[in-house]
């Protein structure tokens, strides 16, 4: 079955740094678009980031444009969030989700996610 | 970009009512529309996409419908499990997620 398991997440100051990974298995993942939800604490569900099957294009909300970035090793069934200059409204738990569309099909229905990994930013 | 708006926020209801939730899109989004299940500690479960169609494993008690803007959520009668958030998510341009109905035990 599906398996999504982020990790990389922790506690990091204002302006710092992070990297988040997504370890995929039991699905061909070199297949499927994925993405990165955030949910900050007592918030609801926001969308982050995609990446197309290949990683030939990536989609960003404004509110992180310019800072993070998705990527993906298809070698490796790994998927990537590297964040820059975080700020204290970063903080969340972070999961990665499966598209459900194959290929260049990409759906936007997000149909596995992971348990999520958890950035703080804080001084 | 695509605004989202769930109402009501939250809503209390007994096992065995029949609920709605309804989701608006600032602009037609076809039929791109998803809705979720969220429980605390549980990642999301998507229940149904394309506005109306069950995913694999849901149970019938759960439709969709509406297309353009206009978008309910319905559950036929509660069962104790379904006490959650749930989250509707446009897919037209980029994803965009309505900010949530918490459905509570009366």
């Known amino acids: 079955q599906v398996q999504l398991v982020e990790s990389g997440g922790g506690v990091v100051p204002p302006g710092g740094s992070l990297t988040l990974s997504c370890a995929a298995s039991g699905f061909t993942f070199s297949t499927y678009a994925m993405h990165w939800v955030r949910q900050a604490p007592g918030e609801g569900l926001e969308w982050v980031a995609t990446?197309?099957?290949?990683?030939?294009?990536?989609y960003y909300a404004d509110s992180i444009k310019g800072r993070f970035t998705i990527s993906r090793d298809n070698s490796k069934n790994t998927l990537y969030l590297h964040m820059n200059s975080l700020r204290g409204e970063d903080t969340a738990l972070y999961y990665c989700?499966?598209?459900?569309?194959?290929?260049?099909?990409?759906?936007?229905?997000?149909?596995?996610w992971g348990q999520g990994t958890l950035v703080t930013v804080s001084a | 970009d695509i605004q989202m708006t769930q109402s009501p926020s939250s809503l209390s209801a007994s096992v065995g009512d029949r609920i709605t939730i309804t989701c608006r899109a600032s602009q037609s989004i076809r039929s791109s529309l998803n809705w979720y299940q969220h429980k605390p500690g549980i990642p999301p479960k998507l229940l149904i996409y394309?506005?109306?169609t069950l995913q694999s494993g849901v149970p019938s008690r759960f439709t969709g419908s509406g297309s353009g803007t206009d978008f309910t959520l319905t559950i036929s009668s509660l069962h104790p499990e379904d006490f959650a958030t749930y989250y509707c998510?446009?897919?037209?341009?980029?994803?965009?997620f309505g900010q949530g109905t918490r459905l509570e035990i009366k």
């Open positions: 394309a506005a109306s």
């Open positions: 989700a499966k598209d459900m569309g194959l290929r260049e099909f990409w759906t936007g229905d997000l149909d596995s």
């Open positions: 998510q446009q897919s037209y341009n980029a994803l965009t």
């Open positions: 990446t197309r099957y290949d990683g030939s294009n990536a």
